[in-house]
């Protein structure tokens, strides 16, 4: 069956430096790939879609990678600050929907 | 546009007893979804509408759960009778198809005792 692994349930990074977060996807290949940022309390917030013929995908100081070898895409915030701490949440398309993963839970130290 | 809209925000309620969930979903989107939110178990998908018809309910637990979509501008997501483990945030999301992405709403906060 279809699966969706984000690399760590949390990660801490020092204000300034560059987080990467990872998605793994296993037993298919989608044609493109959503990441998401939730806040607590909140509903997910859409970031960014990485279709599979783009190998990258920038947005400020977002950017995103799509490794259909791999089967991988990174989701990396370069110059991170406090307010980017969040969840931030990997989502595939399935058959007629989205696969959210669990998420990373980021937190960037002042 | 305000956004996706689910009403309540919070809803606690002893077992047995039903409980409906509100959700208008943004002008001139589509799909609509219901999803449910625990530690546990991450965002599960409920149930998904496309121009107010199910096309996917898979997700949905049990026969205690249904949900409908009377037209665009609305849908409920009913559990009856609600048990503990019901007990989650669900969220209402809506899109303009395809590879568009989902506008969330503010979800409601469940507590079943």
């Known amino acids: 069956s279809q699966k969706i692994e984000q690399n760590s349930e949390a990660l801490n990074i020092q204000e300034g430096k560059t987080a990467t977060l990872t998605c793994n996807y296993t037993?298919?290949?989608?044609?493109?790939l959503q990441w998401y940022r939730q806040d607590p309390g909140r509903g997910p917030v859409f970031l960014l879609l990485i279709r599979e013929n783009e190998k990258e995908k920038r947005k400020e100081r977002l950017k995103v990678t799509f490794d259909t070898t791999l089967k991988q895409s990174l989701f990396h915030i370069t110059a991170s600050q406090p307010a980017d701490s969040a969840t931030y949440l990997c989502a595939p398309p399935g058959a007629n929907n989205l696969f959210f993963g669990t998420g990373t839970r980021l937190t960037v130290i002042p | 546009d305000a956004g996706v809209i689910q009403s309540p925000r919070h809803e606690v309620t002893e077992m047995g007893q039903e409980v409906t969930l509100r959700c208008k979903p943004i002008s001139g989107h589509n799909s609509l979804f219901w999803y449910r939110q625990t530690m546990m178990r991450g965002l599960e998908l409920l149930i998904y509408f496309n121009n107010n018809v199910p096309i996917d309910d898979s997700g949905m637990p049990e026969d205690r759960f249904s949900a409908k979509m009377p037209n665009a501008s609305f849908s409920t997501l009913k559990i009856q009778p609600s048990e503990p483990r019901d007990s989650a945030v669900y969220f209402c999301?809506?899109?303009?198809?395809?590879?568009?992405?989902?506008?969330f709403g503010p979800g409601t906060r469940l507590t079943v005792l």
């Open positions: 999301a809506s899109s303009a198809g395809g590879s568009n992405e989902q506008f």
């Open positions: 037993n298919y290949s989608p044609a493109y």
